[in-house]
């Protein structure tokens, strides 16, 4: 059985009621599972960044395996790939973000800064 992680406290978007604040994350499912997450998004940042899912995993301190896995979840549920494959050359091949993966992370953090948005409200809110 896996141990559970503790994640590190984060300040509340403002100001909270009596210490307390309203926390939550979000993700986009799809019908085999997680589409997109906060990581899965910060690891297609980083492939656009690197240009290259190793590059990317590597400084995220993922396993290459556990990347090319979560990219290929992303691009087998997506409605066109989100990475794809740049053929070597030169400079060798890598990888690359289309049209589809760059406003899958729009999207995503658009979600993330409404959902935030939201709790911190909802935190404003708090009668306890």
């Not at 210490?19 to 939550?24: E, F, S």
Request: with cysteine; glycine share 12%.
């Amino acid at each position: 059985m896996r141990k559970p992680t503790r994640r590190k406290k984060q300040a509340a978007p403002g100001p909270a009621t009596d210490g307390y604040h309203c926390r939550g994350r979000a993700w986009i499912e799809g019908s085999d599972g997680t589409f997109l997450g906060y990581g899965r998004v910060v690891l297609l940042e980083r492939i656009r960044e690197f240009g290259s899912i190793s590059k990317a995993a590597l400084s995220m301190e993922m396993s290459y395996k556990h990347a090319w896995d979560l990219v290929d979840s992303m691009n087998r549920q997506a409605r066109s790939p989100l990475v794809e494959k740049i053929s070597g050359g030169r400079g060798g091949g890598g990888t690359c973000l289309t049209e589809a993966g760059e406003r899958a992370i729009d999207a995503f953090w658009t979600l993330h800064a409404r959902l935030e948005k939201f709790l911190a409200e909802e935190t404003q809110q708090l009668d306890l």
